[in-house]
């Protein structure tokens, strides 16, 4: 099949940016998306060009490296799929796609498609952990932790770190991405003693980069290539809520 | 050169205790004034960083990625080993000590496998206590299941991505490191070089993946977690960005590399459907535990799979192997895969598949019970090839997925580099010729959490007071070498992408380094790899400049290392005159196809030392001693 595209170019963070016409041609059904970029590569570098610039790792949907804007949809029309699991089986012949950089303002743009997700690194240093040094645990079945429960929390870990929820958020709101680390950690046993401290300084840390608010549009959970559900942005806010609230005084450091 | 392993003596379940109890500690209070460099930041990786930090050492992490969430070892799907017999099946830490080595043909030193054994343990509870959502049974206990053949259920697991959620683990607690300061994190950079100064490793070289900084980097000690080399083949099923590069730069700078023939080729990935193929995606093989694998004994069949009657199909593993049947090990699979397929007997339009078969999984047990036991895998299979698995027999064919080899690493993760350590995939120490399912995250996260933490101390109690400093002859040589290097391969001005001369090289390695070699292809490859190599470096084409984010140069820079590595591994197995493990020499196997071992010559591992480029590496031999078990012939008739 033969491709138009549209490809936001841009140097580095100080360039302006713009966006250039591309024909791909001779592309297979069977080829993936991002093999479908490396055959444009391959025909930019060969005519002398710059290649476009994409993060990508894994290759197999689970690294949450890939991820640009397909036609404003992030990752592209097919529900529950990181671009690198999208192939061109779902384009045809004659398409004309429009290929932009996740769009927020606490993504800035590095390259190309490449943008700087280092925000989400520093939500999880204000407490996307358990406090467990190494070698201090308990016997693992010590704590029984019931399935459902159990199961609950992973479909929140789930969570690839995308993304793709900030990009399609009209807001630019992180709500997703956060809420899926208090919930994952804060529905189990072991992330009980930090609870409430952990929903606060997340929350803090998310609103200090500079994403924005939320107002349930409900497009993150739209666009999740792991399917991670908005009830946990509603657990996360009852969470911040109680902490905030109930604010139990903590007791003093010294009698 | 002598290759010390300083294995202690005594009893092998005491040797780790007693070693442990007699290692110099450094003083918590001057902990804090020791630097230590850990490169990569998958699970040994992370783990290792964040344990050192807990200790109170200061700690410079470095990932290629943008976070050190990616590093591969999140791609893992099927589990981790750990002998907590809760299944009282009789599993102990006697008999995972033994099903790892006997499962690695007896190439790896029983004193490192039997420490693995012992921490894996200790492993689960730490990850439980990081939250790690564990598959649970009903009563709120973990669940294991029985994987890769294994006669005891030890393994434990979070879904299809085990390796994620342990990941995500060491994540966390390296981020609640870099929140206290211990930790700095750098992400989107690359070490290019190993600076080593009078035979002591004292600290990296490294390129700013965006601007194209080259900076130098000191530390007291230096801890390659860089993972293994399967992109030397091209098509892998490893991440696009795992290379060999920080490895084979120690390696250049006088790290022994080991047995760097033992790859591992796993028998269920989905075959290449094109040309453009950039990787190969592996499929769980407890995926064998219900499927079947067949082809029709007609190669001419153009049926549809489902109209092809019993009495037409041969189920070529059942009938060769009527006891393990689907379940033997990964090389056996993928060898008689192989087989089939070049036998011109393969399925799927590119003919380079076998099929694999739910269709009386789902008669005996309900497509419900598959769906619950493979519903993610099925649904990744489907994405990929555009075919039902419910419906349409899954075709699947063998790819490089793991690096038994690495380098070289006594008792205490040390290299023969004074002061540089590997860990994980990077080092050749666990696995022998061949790993075991569930073992790869189990080693990654015993040298990280429960190894490293209290071998490093010995080590750096002797250097309490040495000045850090980036100003010496050597770093100013080291990093003028990467520059030069740089430059060099910017100026070339050929006609070639770096891409095309790593499928070529990949070619070449998978068709005479891949899943069966002989000493014919072998000096075949040790002719058409220096060729093709000198070809890279006089007809590379590399678009853009060093300043910049530029993959090109990335690719370039690690291709230009896989081509002397993919020498290594042609010399090595061809050195390696018997079959063991994953490393079939076809001049060496009995009437049924299995595996000759010759013990009496090749009992050791192979330790290569670098002389320069294109000139013969000088070979040295560690001895392997089995003192507390007995190599046997593997059989799985």
């Not at chain 2, 540089?420 to 015993?446: P, V």
């Given at each position: 099949?033969?491709?138009?595209?549209?490809?936001?170019?841009?140097?580095?963070?100080?360039?302006?940016?713009?966006?250039?016409?591309?024909?791909?041609?001779?592309?297979?059904?069977?080829?993936?998306?991002?093999?479908?970029?490396?055959?444009?590569?391959?025909?930019?570098?060969?005519?002398?060009?710059?290649?476009?610039?994409?993060?990508?790792?894994?290759?197999?949907?689970?690294?949450?490296?890939?991820?640009?804007?397909?036609?404003?949809?992030?990752?592209?029309?097919?529900?529950?799929?990181?671009?690198?699991?999208l192939?061109?089986?779902?384009?045809?012949?004659?398409?004309?796609?429009?290929?932009?950089?996740?769009?927020?303002?606490?993504?800035?743009?590095?390259?190309?498609?490449?943008?700087?997700?280092?925000?989400?690194?520093?939500?999880?240093?204000?407490?996307?952990?358990?406090?467990?040094?190494?070698?201090?645990?308990?016997?693992?079945?010590?704590?029984?932790?019931p399935?459902?429960?159990?199961?609950?929390?992973?479909?929140?870990?789930?969570?690839?770190?995308?993304?793709?929820?900030?990009?399609?958020?009209?807001?630019?709101?992180?709500?997703?991405?956060?809420?899926?680390?208090?919930?994952?950690?804060?529905?189990?046993?072991?992330?009980?003693?930090?609870?409430?401290?952990?929903?606060?300084?997340?929350?803090?840390?998310?609103?200090?980069?500079?994403f924005?608010?939320?107002?349930?549009?409900?497009?993150?959970?739209?666009?999740?290539?792991?399917?991670?559900?908005?009830?946990?942005?509603?657990?996360?806010?009852?969470?911040?809520?109680?902490?905030?609230?109930?604010?139990?005084?903590?007791?003093?450091?010294?009698? | 050169?002598?290759?010390?392993?300083?294995?202690?003596?005594?009893?092998?379940?005491?040797?780790?205790?007693e070693?442990?109890?007699?290692?110099?500690?450094?003083?918590?209070?001057?902990?804090?004034?020791?630097?230590?460099?850990?490169?990569?930041?998958?699970?040994?990786?992370?783990?290792?960083?964040?344990?050192?930090?807990?200790?109170?050492?200061?700690?410079?992490?470095?990932?290629?990625?943008?976070?050190?969430?990616?590093?591969?070892?999140?791609?893992?799907?099927?589990?981790?080993?750990?002998?907590?017999?809760?299944?009282?099946?009789?599993?102990?830490?006697?008999?995972?000590?033994?099903?790892?080595?006997?499962?690695?043909?007896?190439?790896?030193?029983?004193?490192?496998?039997?420490?693995?054994?012992?921490?894996?343990?200790?492993?689960?509870?730490?990850c439980?206590?990081?939250?790690?959502?564990?598959?649970?049974?009903?009563?709120?206990?973990?669940?294991?299941?029985?994987?890769?053949?294994?006669?005891?259920?030890?393994?434990?697991?979070?879904?299809?991505?085990?390796?994620?959620?342990?990941?995500?683990?060491?994540?966390q607690?390296?981020?609640?490191?870099?929140?206290?300061?211990?930790?700095?994190?750098?992400?989107?950079?690359?070490?290019?070089?190993?600076?080593?100064?009078?035979?002591?490793?004292?600290?990296?070289?490294?390129?700013?993946?965006?601007?194209?900084?080259?900076?130098?980097?000191?530390?007291?000690?230096?801890?390659?977690?860089?993972?293994?080399?399967?992109?030397?083949?091209?098509?892998?099923?490893?991440?696009?960005?795992?290379?060999?590069t920080?490895?084979?730069?120690?390696?250049?700078?006088?790290?022994?590399?080991?047995?760097?023939?033992?790859?591992?080729?796993?028998?269920?990935?989905?075959?290449?459907?094109?040309?453009?193929?950039?990787?190969?995606?592996?499929?769980?093989?407890?995926?064998?535990?219900?499927?079947r694998?067949?082809v029709?004994?007609?190669?001419?069949?153009?049926?549809?799979?489902?109209?092809?009657?019993?009495?037409?199909?041969?189920?070529?593993?059942?009938?060769?192997y009527?006891?393990?049947?689907?379940?033997?090990?990964?090389?056996?699979?993928?060898?008689?895969?192989?087989?089939?397929?070049?036998a011109?007997?393969?399925?799927?339009?590119?003919?380079?598949?076998?099929?694999?078969?739910?269709?009386?999984?789902?008669?005996?047990?309900?497509?419900?019970?598959?769906?619950?036991?493979?519903?993610?895998?099925?649904?990744?299979?489907?994405?990929?090839?555009?075919?039902?698995?419910?419906?349409?027999?899954?075709?699947?064919?063998?790819?490089?997925?793991?690096?038994?080899?690495?380098?070289?690493?006594?008792?205490?993760?040390?290299?023969?580099?004074?002061g540089?350590?590997?860990?994980?995939?990077?080092?050749?120490s666990?696995?022998?010729?061949?790993?075991?399912?569930?073992?790869?995250?189990?080693q990654?996260?015993?040298?990280?959490?429960?190894?490293?933490?209290?071998?490093?101390?010995?080590?750096?109690?002797g250097?309490?007071?040495?000045?850090?400093?980036?100003?010496?002859?050597?770093?100013?040589?080291?990093?003028?070498?990467?520059?030069?290097?740089?430059?060099?391969?910017?100026?070339?001005?050929?006609?070639?992408?770096?891409?095309?001369?790593?499928?070529?090289?990949?070619?070449?390695?998978?068709?005479?380094?891949?899943?069966?070699?002989?000493?014919?292809?072998?000096?075949?490859?040790?002719?058409?790899?220096?060729?093709l190599?000198?070809?890279?470096?006089?007809?590379?084409?590399?678009?853009?400049?060093?300043?910049?984010?530029?993959q090109?140069?990335?690719?370039?820079?690690?291709?230009?290392?896989?081509?002397?590595?993919?020498?290594?591994?042609?010399?090595?197995?061809?050195?390696?005159?018997?079959?063991?493990?994953?490393?079939?020499?076809?001049?060496h196997?009995?009437?049924?196809?299995?595996?000759?071992?010759?013990?009496?010559?090749?009992?050791?591992v192979?330790?290569?030392?670098?002389?320069?480029?294109?000139?013969?590496?000088?070979?040295?031999?560690?001895?392997?001693?089995?003192?507390?078990?007995?190599?046997?012939?593997?059989?799985?008739?």
């Amino acid at each position: 099949m033969n491709l138009t595209l549209h490809v936001w170019r841009q140097k580095s963070p100080a360039d302006e940016g713009r966006m250039v016409r591309y024909e791909v041609t001779g592309v297979t059904e069977h080829a993936s998306f991002l093999e479908m970029l490396d055959i444009l590569n391959e025909q930019l570098i060969q005519k002398g060009e710059e290649p476009v610039a994409f993060e990508h790792d894994c290759r197999e949907g689970i690294c949450g490296s890939c991820g640009f804007m397909i036609n404003g949809e992030a990752h592209g029309p097919l529900p529950h799929t990181t671009v690198c699991q999208l192939h061109m089986r779902h384009f045809k012949d004659g398409d004309v796609l429009h290929l932009e950089p996740w769009r927020s303002k606490a993504f800035p743009v590095v390259k190309d498609l490449v943008v700087d997700r280092g925000a989400f690194d520093r939500i999880i240093q204000s407490g996307g952990f358990v406090s467990v040094a190494t070698g201090s645990a308990p016997e693992a079945n010590l704590i029984p932790v019931p399935k459902a429960l159990s199961d609950r929390a992973f479909d929140a870990a789930a969570c690839i770190a995308c993304g793709a929820c900030v990009a399609q958020c009209p807001n630019s709101a992180a709500q997703l991405f956060t809420s899926a680390k208090v919930s994952h950690l804060n529905l189990l046993p072991q992330g009980q003693p930090e609870r409430y401290d952990r929903a606060l300084s997340m929350v803090e840390a998310m609103e200090k980069e500079g994403f924005g608010a939320c107002s349930n549009y409900a497009e993150c959970e739209a666009v999740c290539p792991k399917g991670i559900s908005i009830d946990f942005i509603a657990k996360m806010n009852r969470d911040y809520l109680k902490a905030k609230s109930t604010a139990v005084p903590k007791p003093p450091l010294e009698a | 050169m002598t290759l010390d392993g300083k294995v202690p003596s005594g009893p092998l379940e005491k040797k780790w205790d007693e070693h442990k109890g007699h290692l110099k500690l450094v003083n918590p209070n001057n902990k804090r004034k020791f630097t230590i460099l850990v490169v990569g930041s998958g699970l040994a990786g992370a783990s290792a960083a964040a344990s050192f930090a807990e200790l109170g050492y200061n700690v410079k992490c470095f990932c290629f990625q943008d976070s050190p969430r990616r590093a591969h070892s999140i791609a893992a799907q099927g589990g981790i080993n750990a002998a907590k017999n809760y299944h009282n099946d009789g599993d102990s830490v006697f008999r995972l000590f033994y099903d790892t080595i006997k499962g690695g043909d007896f190439r790896s030193r029983e004193a490192n496998v039997y420490r693995l054994a012992q921490v894996s343990v200790n492993i689960i509870d730490q990850c439980v206590a990081q939250g790690v959502p564990f598959a649970r049974e009903y009563g709120g206990l973990l669940d294991n299941r029985s994987f890769g053949g294994a006669q005891v259920s030890r393994t434990f697991y979070a879904r299809g991505q085990t390796g994620q959620q342990l990941l995500l683990g060491a994540y966390q607690a390296l981020e609640k490191e870099v929140a206290t300061g211990k930790v700095k994190m750098f992400p989107r950079t690359e070490m290019l070089d190993l600076v080593v100064d009078n035979g002591v490793a004292v600290g990296i070289i490294t390129r700013d993946l965006v601007t194209g900084k080259i900076d130098r980097h000191a530390g007291h000690a230096v801890v390659l977690t860089t993972g293994g080399y399967s992109n030397v083949y091209y098509l892998s099923t490893n991440a696009k960005g795992s290379n060999v590069t920080a490895a084979w730069r120690a390696h250049r700078r006088g790290a022994l590399f080991s047995n760097p023939c033992f790859t591992q080729i796993h028998p269920t990935c989905i075959p290449a459907s094109g040309d453009y193929q950039s990787k190969l995606t592996l499929m769980s093989e407890s995926l064998r535990n219900d499927g079947r694998i067949w082809v029709p004994k007609n190669p001419n069949d153009q049926r549809s799979p489902d109209q092809i009657p019993e009495s037409e199909r041969d189920y070529f593993l059942e009938v060769k192997y009527p006891s393990f049947g689907n379940l033997v090990p990964r090389d056996v699979a993928a060898r008689n895969a192989k087989a089939v397929v070049d036998a011109g007997r393969g399925m799927g339009p590119q003919k380079n598949g076998v099929y694999l078969d739910f269709k009386d999984a789902i008669q005996r047990l309900g497509k419900k019970t598959i769906e619950e036991r493979y519903g993610n895998l099925f649904e990744m299979y489907e994405k990929i090839t555009g075919e039902d698995p419910y419906t349409v027999p899954m075709r699947i064919y063998p790819a490089p997925h793991y690096t038994m080899g690495g380098l070289w690493v006594d008792y205490d993760l040390m290299t023969n580099v004074t002061g540089l350590y590997a860990l994980g995939e990077a080092n050749f120490s666990d696995h022998g010729a061949n790993r075991l399912g569930a073992s790869a995250l189990m080693q990654g996260l015993a040298d990280g959490y429960f190894v490293i933490p209290y071998t490093i101390g010995n080590y750096l109690s002797g250097h309490l007071g040495q000045a850090l400093t980036t100003e010496t002859d050597a770093f100013r040589a080291t990093e003028a070498d990467v520059q030069e290097r740089i430059q060099r391969l910017l100026s070339v001005n050929g006609k070639r992408t770096a891409d095309s001369f790593h499928r070529e090289l990949g070619r070449i390695v998978w068709d005479y380094c891949g899943i069966t070699r002989n000493a014919g292809g072998l000096k075949k490859a040790l002719e058409l790899i220096p060729a093709l190599r000198e070809e890279f470096w006089s007809n590379l084409r590399l678009p853009g400049g060093a300043d910049q984010l530029n993959q090109e140069l990335e690719k370039a820079n690690r291709v230009g290392d896989y081509f002397e590595l993919a020498e290594l591994m042609c010399l090595d197995a061809l050195e390696r005159d018997e079959s063991c493990g994953s490393h079939l020499r076809e001049e060496h196997q009995d009437e049924f196809g299995e595996a000759l071992r010759d013990d009496a010559h090749y009992s050791y591992v192979a330790s290569w030392q670098w002389n320069g480029v294109g000139k013969a590496p000088t070979l040295n031999r560690e001895p392997l001693e089995f003192e507390f078990v007995k190599p046997t012939q593997r059989s799985y008739k």
